[in-house]
């Protein structure tokens, strides 16, 4: 037979049970008023704001302009933006890459950009501007800068650039270095044929199609050039093969009477010799 517990027996039991329920519900409540009066406290003070906005990556454009973009300002909310907003912002840019925003510590927005690297220079309406590895051409600063890449003559066609910068990109950083200028010389026969003159007196003729396979060996056909007892600065064809001639054999020496030239024949007859040395 069960045994029958008096329910008197049970009343303390009970009675902890209700207390315990009762404290915890109570710990509940003082909890969530604190967190609802710190968010309070924390949203009406200086530390919910933006007192900061770091931006890294920068290097064609400078900072504020980026902040510009963003359309953050110091002293805005810290949560009053959406990232992926302003990333979409930035993003828009024709010279980003790609774009990272983040809220860091309490008050300050980083913002981490990634530019198209500048790869060469082009001349256009008598200016020098950047020209970008995605192909596009930089306008945006009017400031003088070295110009420290490449320079494109005579590209008209924008495909062409483009491709040709898609081969430049894929150059060893110290084969890029030693390129000074690069004339387009296309032919009926070849629309990709182009000169590249060297900042080590060498002129180099390639096709854009293998430029990257084949100019990724100019230093190693410079050195077996250079070891010989005669050498001199000459011309390197990689369009079809390899091969070298020097500038002697390439052009032909003519018998000129110097001083029946007027001055302009002179001045050009000049400058072409300053460039076979």
Known sequence: MDKVIDIEDRIPTLREKRRKR??????ILIILFFLTLFLLLYFQSPYSEINKIKITGSNLVEDKDYIKQ????????????????????????????DVEVKRKWLTTVEIKVNEWQKVAYISLDNEFYPMLENGDVFKESNTLEPIDAPLFLQFDDEKLRKRLLKELAKLDSTVLALISQINSTPSSADPYSITLYMNDGY????????LAEKLNFYPSIVAQIENSSDYSKGIIDIEVGSYYKTF???YTQLDINFEEMDAQEQEVLVDEEAQLQ
């Open 22 to 27: 009762t404290n915890f519900k109570f710990m």
């Open 70 to 97: 963003s359309q953050l300002q110091i002293g805005d909310s810290m949560w009053g933006f959406n990232v992926g907003d302003v990333e979409e912002r930035i993003a828009k840019q024709y010279w980003v890459k």
């Open 203 to 210: 002129e180099v003729r390639a096709e854009i199609t293998t």
């Open 248 to 250: 002697n054999d390439e």
